[in-house]
Antibody, heavy 121, light 112 residues
């Protein structure tokens, strides 16, 4: 199970940190992603963090690179998304998602329920 | 990799067969393990997506057998053999071959 928190209303240029609490599986064995969905729109991959064995390497969508940072704390079974320099286009429901295959790629399962981030003045 | 679904929307009667197509701009078939890195998701209003099909044709546990996936390389299909009321949703294909996972634009399925 994945449970996100930390969403809310923020002004353009502001910052927000999202959290995702994992349970029911060995968190440290799985790559974890953030995916977002703007209101009434489709799904957009945001970023990924790999494992300790991969030096916790990260990748980001071009639209957020340099502004967003994905991190994890395996001791707390938690995933984070630090969002800085927020723009109105970042308004979306943000989902955390587990890449199902341990230590590798493949489909998302499960997804969190999502947390809404609204960037507006 | 760009994923393109067709149609954008679909309205069918209960019991009818639904077919949703997905085309990738490059092959998502891995030559090393002969697997297609293609998944199908179902999203109902107010809910997160739920995986239905992985590796192009493997039905996930608990998914009704009226859902099936087929295709290889760049062309894929999700088929619902007999449409039920609870199948009303938006369906997305996703390639998980490249580092940057990408989704199709979605197909909205409604009951006529």
């Amino acid at each position: 199970q994945l449970v996100e928190s930390g969403g809310g209303l923020v002004q353009p240029g502001g910052s927000l940190r999202l959290s995702c609490a994992a349970s029911g599986f060995t968190f440290s064995d799985h790559y974890m992603d953030w995916v977002r969905q703007a209101p009434g729109k489709g799904l957009e991959w945001v970023g990924r963090i790999r494992l300790k064995a991969n030096s916790y390497t990260t990748d980001y969508a071009a639209s957020v690179k340099g502004r967003f940072t994905v991190s994890r704390d395996d001791s707390k079974n938690s995933l984070y998304l630090q969002m800085n320099s927020l723009k109105t286009d970042d308004t979306a429901v943000y989902y955390c998602a587990r890449i199902a295959t341990p230590k590798g790629g493949g489909q998302y399962d499960p997804w969190g329920q999502g947390t809404l981030v609204t960037v507006s003045s | 990799i760009v994923m393109t679904q067709s149609p954008d929307s679909l309205a069918l009667s209960l019991g009818e067969r639904a077919t949703i197509n997905c085309k990738s701009s490059q092959s998502v078939l891995s030559r090393s393990n002969n697997k297609n890195y293609l998944a199908w998701y179902q999203q109902k209003p107010g809910q997160p997506p739920k995986v239905l099909i992985s590796w192009a044709s493997t039905r996930e546990s608990g998914v009704p057998d009226r859902f099936s996936g087929s295709g290889s390389g760049t062309d894929f299909t999700l088929t619902i053999s007999s449409l039920q009321t609870e199948d009303v949703a938006v369906y997305y294909c996703q390639q998980n071959y490249d580092t940057v996972y990408t989704f199709g634009q979605g197909t909205k399925l409604e009951i006529k």
